[in-house]
């Protein structure tokens, strides 16, 4: 079993900034990449971030420059650093990984999701 769990989500002004964190445990051989995900009300689920097991990172265009994502392997951590947030920002923001597991399988999971909301 491979468990994902966000945290750092809240309710913050215009222009602040939030950390999110992802910790993965479990089952865990190694984890291949990490990345942020969010979805709005009404919208579908959209990219934010990912970064591969090397540290090669990928943003979204809405993020970029306001937003940083890193890792620490070993602890099987991501996060997510964000500036200068907008209301348009808010959103449950859910952690994925790919994952290959001590029997040998291989994985994407989810973390059960963090509310961000940017709200004056």
């Known amino acids: 079993q491979v468990q994902l769990v966000e945290s750092g989500g809240g309710l913050v002004q215009p222009g602040e900034s939030l950390r999110l964190s992802c910790a993965a445990s479990g089952s865990i051989r190694s984890v291949s990449f990490m990345g942020w995900y969010r979805q709005a009300p009404g919208k579908q689920r959209e990219l934010v971030a990912s970064?591969?097991?090397?540290?090669?990172?990928n943003y979204a265009d809405s993020v970029k420059g306001r937003c940083t994502i890193s890792r620490d392997n070993a602890k099987n951590t991501v996060f997510l650093q964000m500036n200068s947030l907008k209301p348009e920002d808010t959103a449950v923001y859910y952690c994925n990984a790919g994952v290959f597991t001590i029997a040998s399988t291989y994985g994407a999971y989810w973390g059960q999701g963090t509310q961000v909301t940017v709200s004056s």
């Open positions: 970064v591969s097991s090397n540290g090669n990172t």
